[in-house]
């Protein structure tokens, strides 16, 4: 007797949440709308179009409004300007790469001297900037220009 007194109590309860849960579906699937109310609108058409044009003009500015100084004429490099520049004998040997920091170090041959370079060294005014094994680009007077790598 105790035992279905214990099982018709459950069930009870079980009943209740199952109805509580199944309740809420419901009410959530299919809500109440609120009420709409219509609002009357008066329209007028009696409106004021403007024509009025709004011009503006562009002017050469003489100064840099952030730096407050004044704008510099740039001057247009033509071929007439550039003078070309005699570069020194120079080749490419070969490159030496060091296993335990990937350093790696150029054989560059400036004037029949041979030179040790890494990038960013400076020989006789002459810039390595960038180099692999097939070829090095070096800079001098400001001017780039790649050298390939001599095979003799």
């Known amino acids: 007797m ?20 199944a309740y809420k579906i419901i009410s959530a699937l299919n809500p109440e709308l609120p009420e709409i109310q219509q609002n009357t609108f008066v329209a007028t058409t009696n409106y004021k179009i403007d024509t009025k044009i709004d011009t503006f003009s562009i002017t050469k500015v003489d100064r840099d409004p952030f730096l407050d100084t004044r704008t510099q004429k740039t001057v247009k490099r033509t071929s007439a ?20 920091n990937r350093q790696q170090i150029f054989i560059i041959t400036i004037s029949d001297i041979q ?22 680009t070096m800079r001098y007077k400001n001017r780039l220009r790649s050298f390939p790598l001599n095979k003799k």
């Not at 099982?7 to 199952?18: A, E, G, S």
């Not at 550039?82 to 296993?99: F, H, L, N, R, T």
């Not at 960013?120 to 097939?134: C, F, M």
């Open 115 to 136: 030179y040790l370079l890494k990038k960013g060294q400076v020989k006789d005014s002459i810039t390595l900037v960038h180099g692999n094994a097939k070829s090095v």
């Open 2 to 21: 105790k035992t279905k007194k214990k099982t018709y109590t459950l069930l009870f309860f079980v009943l209740i949440v199952w109805g509580t849960i």
């Open 81 to 100: 300007n550039i003078k070309p520049v005699k570069w020194k004998s120079i080749a490419y040997q070969g490159i030496i790469k060091q296993q335990k």
